[in-house]
């Protein structure tokens, strides 16, 4: 009986082990608050925080980073600060979050996994989390070996609407500043792009993501504001898109317009329209041609020589 309940409470422990990875909670080096002093505006949001399926989250009023940092034999001193998607209502921290965070890491990338604010009305709450959370991972490079230079942003859905607006808005950082971290380049190096949405035009923009970043009705000015692919220079950075064929939910002209405007910039890119997949793959595994990616990102940052 005693050997019976000894691997009954094995098993109890294993899976118990399996299910925190599963959700990242076991895995990571670090949680950092983007704001420790608090942050410099509010979306609003006066209500707990609440996670369901997993580690979905909703109702997202404080921002915070979860670092998910390589073994030293593994680092190729590259990271990525990772925006899960959700239509800016929620977040989807698992498959789009920590498990490409966990992935990365044992790529011998940092992972970065951004819970960035939800906006409800307030447009600059999410892209300023995510320049906030560039500059916090640039300024510690040095403590968790990364190279400054070799720090991108990565995206998926309404999470690549944010990434590929922090690649497109940056800055260099103030000298002037006071702040230290005002300091340093917000500028990634590098995106991944996984279904984005790219632009808020109506004939192929995700309505739902606009919606809930910039409200309704047809302001041009905001709309223009955060179509993407209209505010590509020759300084931004290199970009990995991924998307299926078959995605009902975002369109993959989102993807093609914003390679056609980096193309135009003469921005190094590269693009996967797979046949299947649909929406919404990130790191889960279904048997279908997007499972793909992976891999063809880790070659793709070779390629452009960000890891050797």
Same mark, same amino acid.
């Given at each position: *009986? &005693?050997?019976?309940?000894?691997?009954?409470?094995?098993?109890?422990?294993?899976?118990?082990? &399996?299910? !925190?990875?599963?959700?990242?909670?076991?895995?990571?080096?670090?949680?950092?608050?983007?704001?420790?002093? =608090?942050?410099?505006?509010?979306?609003?949001?006066?209500?707990?925080?609440?996670?369901?399926?997993?580690?979905?989250?909703?109702?997202?009023?404080?921002?915070?980073?979860?670092?998910? !940092? #390589?073994?030293?034999?593994?680092? $190729?001193?590259?990271?990525?600060?990772? %925006?899960? =998607?959700?239509?800016?209502?929620?977040?989807?921290?698992?498959?789009?979050?920590?498990?490409?965070?966990?992935?990365?890491?044992?790529?011998?990338?940092?992972?970065?996994? !951004?819970?960035?604010?939800?906006?409800?009305?307030?447009?600059?709450?999410?892209?300023?989390?995510?320049?906030? /959370?560039?500059?916090?991972?640039?300024?510690?490079?040095?403590?968790?070996? @990364?190279?400054?230079?070799?720090?991108? @942003?990565?995206?998926?859905?309404?999470?690549?609407? &944010?990434?590929?607006?922090?690649? $497109?808005?940056?800055?260099?950082?103030?000298?002037?500043?006071?702040?230290?971290?005002?300091?340093?380049? %917000?500028?990634?190096?590098?995106?991944? +792009?996984?279904?984005?949405?790219?632009?808020?035009?109506?004939?192929?923009?995700?309505?739902?993501?606009?919606?809930? !970043?910039?409200?309704?009705?047809?302001?041009?000015? *905001?709309?223009?504001?955060?179509?993407?692919?209209?505010?590509?220079? #020759?300084?931004? #950075?290199? /970009?990995?898109?991924?998307?299926?064929?078959?995605?009902?939910?975002?369109? #993959?002209?989102?993807?093609?317009?914003?390679?056609? /405007? +980096?193309?135009?910039?003469?921005?190094?890119?590269?693009?996967? @329209?797979?046949?299947?997949? =649909?929406?919404?793959?990130?790191?889960?595994?279904?048997?279908?041609?997007?499972?793909?990616?992976?891999?063809?990102?880790?070659?793709?940052?070779?390629?452009?020589?960000?890891?050797?």
């Amino acid at each position: *009986m &005693l050997g019976q309940n000894q691997n009954k409470m094995k098993r109890t422990l294993f899976f118990t082990t &399996l299910f !925190l990875l599963s959700i990242g909670l076991t895995a990571q080096n670090k949680v950092l608050k983007v704001w420790p002093n =608090g942050a410099p505006n509010h979306n609003g949001m006066d209500e707990p925080e609440e996670k369901y399926e997993g580690a979905r989250v909703r109702k997202v009023s404080e921002a915070e980073m979860y670092v998910y !940092l #390589p073994e030293k034999s593994k680092n $190729t001193g590259a990271a990525v600060v990772i %925006c899960p =998607g959700g239509g800016y209502i929620i977040e989807a921290m698992d498959h789009e979050g920590y498990e490409m965070g966990e992935w990365l890491k044992q790529q011998g990338v940092a992972g970065i996994v !951004l819970k960035y604010r939800l906006p409800y009305g307030h447009h600059e709450i999410p892209s300023g989390d995510a320049r906030q /959370a560039m500059r916090i991972v640039r300024s510690h490079a040095e403590d968790w070996g @990364i190279d400054p230079s070799k720090i991108g @942003i990565a995206g998926s859905s309404a999470g690549g609407h &944010l990434a590929s607006t922090v690649g $497109t808005r940056f800055d260099y950082g103030n000298e002037q500043s006071t702040d230290p971290l005002e300091k340093v380049s %917000c500028r990634p190096d590098f995106m991944l +792009l996984l279904y984005p949405v790219i632009t808020f035009r109506e004939e192929f923009g995700h309505m739902g993501s606009r919606k809930n !970043l910039i409200g309704e009705g047809n302001n041009w000015e *905001m709309v223009q504001k955060y179509s993407n692919e209209m505010h590509v220079t #020759p300084e931004t #950075p290199p /970009a990995f898109l991924v998307l299926a064929d078959d995605d009902k939910s975002v369109p #993959p002209r989102n993807s093609i317009e914003f390679y056609l /405007a +980096l193309k135009k910039n003469n921005i190094p890119a590269e693009m996967h @329209i797979f046949a299947e997949g =649909g929406h919404g793959f990130g790191m889960n595994k279904k048997n279908l041609p997007a499972d793909q990616w992976p891999e063809l990102f880790i070659n793709w940052l070779k390629a452009i020589k960000i890891i050797k």
